[in-house]
């Protein structure tokens, strides 16, 4: 790891500040992720402005909507009542996201910002675009079961690797961002950049610019909700698949569903074809089969990855059964 300054701030104006100011700056809240980039080399910030004394931890309820402060722990936020009453998606996307241990360091505005798993990526020795733009992709030729079958370019195909934010994009969280010019709200559907020919810039957040916290509207008061992760091993790994559904059903009608894709995407992927299946469709079989069909519309499978075109509308299938289960009619 290279030499760092390292800043303790109890300011957010003053953190935001310096770090505009200082394109080799960056943030550090609970360095589960940045830590080890900095280890393998990929980061090399010259100076750490250390958040965690900000004032941005806790969780608010204001009505139907539910704000978490960015430096809300995973574990917190996982143990809240409201969620787990009103929206368990998130509470189940948290468990399976991480072990215990991570979970009381991880914050959930660091969660949302994570970088891809792609061993590439993570190996300064590998080309790579979004670690260098124009570099190269050595995943291409390379190993790649990991690795994406939606939103990817020819100049990256890097799986994101957030089941927290598979929940909340399809809930429609809203990102609050505070900068040197103010703060703004950014929808989460909006917040992630698809790779293109720029998979270096990953999302909206301009230097220095800060996650102060996330709005999260509840679900419909009866709404069913679930996250489903398959991955390689039941203890701590990354998805192969994952599916967020959040259904609301009457008479045996689907009157909306909400789908949040993840493990196989380079964002975490809104369903919204498939959604549009669900919509006004009666509980059975065939709706959901259909719903999985639109929802991996478009796959570009490549030579280790295209078994994740099945697995993913599986995945769906079977994360729409278990959210509707009760309501089957046929």
């Known amino acids: 790891m290279e030499a760092f300054e390292y800043i303790r701030t109890r300011n957010v104006a003053e953190a935001i500040a310096i770090v505009t100011a200082d394109p080799s700056a960056s943030y550090l809240a609970g360095g589960t992720t940045q830590v080890d980039l ?66 009381n360091m991880a914050t959930i505005g660091g969660n949302l910002l994570q970088r891809t798993r792609c061993r590439y990526f993570r190996d300064p020795s ?42 909340l994009i399809a809930l429609d969280a809203i990102v609050r ?31 220095g610019d800060l996650i102060v916290s996330i709005d999260v509207p509840l679900p419909p008061a009866g709404a069913r909700s679930h996250y489903l992760k398959v991955r390689d091993r039941a203890s701590y790994e990354f998805a192969l698949a994952s599916a967020a559904v959040i259904v609301t059903i009457a008479d045996g009608i689907i009157r909306e569903g909400r789908i949040g894709l993840g493990g196989v995407a380079t964002i975490p992927w ?43 509308k599986r995945t769906l299938i079977r994360a729409l059964a278990t959210a509707t289960e009760s309501a089957h009619t046929s």
């Open 270 to 312: 809104r369903a919204v074809k498939a959604e549009a299946v669900l919509a006004g469709a009666p509980v059975r079989a065939e709706t959901l089969r259909a719903a999985a069909e639109a929802a991996l519309e478009g796959a570009a499978p490549r030579r280790d990855n295209a078994f994740k075109t099945e697995l993913a």
């Open 126 to 167: 590998c080309l790579c675009n979004k670690r260098e733009r124009g570099a190269g992709c050595a995943a291409r030729d390379g190993h790649h079961r990991m690795h994406a079958i939606l939103g990817a370019s020819d100049q990256c195909f890097a799986t994101h690797g957030s089941d927290l934010a598979v929940a």
């Open 38 to 103: 900095m280890r393998d080399g990929v980061l090399t910030p010259k100076r750490l402005i250390d958040l965690t004394r900000l004032p941005l931890r806790g969780i608010g309820h204001q009505g139907e909507t539910v704000r978490i402060g960015a430096l809300t722990t995973m574990e917190e936020l996982a143990a809240d009542a409201t969620i787990g009453a009103r929206a368990p998606v998130i509470r189940e996307a948290l468990l399976l996201g991480a072990s215990t241990q991570l979970r």
């Open 177 to 207: 961002v505070q900068g040197i010019e103010g703060e703004r709200a950014i929808p989460l559907t909006a917040f992630y950049r698809l790779p293109g020919e720029t998979p270096d810039i990953e999302n909206e957040l301009a230097h």
